[in-house]
């Protein structure tokens, strides 16, 4: 593998504002070279603030830019759900497919690469494989798992010392366990992130819930990001729409911790081959 990498046939290590992606971009560094590697972010636009903090100081420790990428076409993830009246779906959530995947197969299509290095951890590993079957082209590979690395081990990664000390993003400190689109809240965030949020972030469980009844309206039918994956199972509102009475909202649901979900790198919730608790819990729905 590594005769194959060079600087004109560059490793791609995607960095999503997580703790796992940054430590693999880390490790890509120390095993291919400063200058075989390229670091890559797909802007969502509706990223926490913190997440650019975090970028800077990540900029700092492995003395090289992150390149940011992005979709033109629109100005943030309600962008996408307005323009294309939707939310979660069977094959995953709209805004990653827009945002994430599209972006990350065009700049497949029009740079050189070795191989691409994602943040899977060792409780990925599943994952890890459906998407190295549905991606061939990606080539991609997974030094996490190489080195057989959770996620809590990646947190003990980061440098703290005289010279550089990087705190995580602070959505880990709140207690979350990805650190995706929290501007607005991960709309695959499952019942139990949703719960958190309504206790701990007000402010953003409410425009959600304005949000689901503006796209319900505009479209005619229930658009919701949550399903009940319990016995009778059924779509879920963040908060009762007047027009549908009779479908549940996430106050009739049994209290639920969030469950750790994958760091979103432009493969989520698309063509995968397996699903974890977490892909369960969340909305599976139109």
Known sequence: MISEVSKNNPVIAWWSGGITSAITCWICINWFGLDNVRIIFMDTKSEDDDTYRFKSDCEKWYGKEI????????DDVEDVWFKHLSLNIASGAKCSEVMK???????????????????????EIKRAKAMSAN??????????????????DCLTMLPNDLF??????????????????????????????????????????????????????????????????????????????????????????KGREPKP??????FCGTNDLVTNDTETEINYAT
């Open 67 to 74: 390149e940011v990428i992005t979709n033109p076409g629109y």
């Open 164 to 253: 550089l000390t990087i705190r995580p993003p602070r959505t880990y400190q709140m207690g979350y366990l990805n650190n995706n689109c929290f501007k607005r809240g991960c709309i695959q965030g499952g019942i139990g992130y949703w719960q958190k949020m309504k206790r701990e972030q007000p402010e953003k469980f409410d425009a959600m819930a304005v949000v689901e009844h503006r796209l319900t309206d505009l479209k005619g039918e229930p658009v919701t990001m949550l399903k009940d994956q319990s016995k009778g199972g059924g779509l879920v509102f963040l908060k009762p729409h007047p027009n549908y009475p009779d479908m549940k909202d996430i106050s009739m649901m």
């Open 101 to 123: 995947i599209t972006v990350r197969k065009r700049f497949e299509a029009v740079n050189k690469y070795s191989f691409q290095a994602f943040g899977f951890d060792i409780d």
């Open 261 to 266: 979900l994958m760091e979103c790198n432009g």
């Open 135 to 152: 991606n061939p082209s990606a080539n991609p590979f997974f030094p996490l798992i190489a080195l057989c690395l959770a996620k809590k």
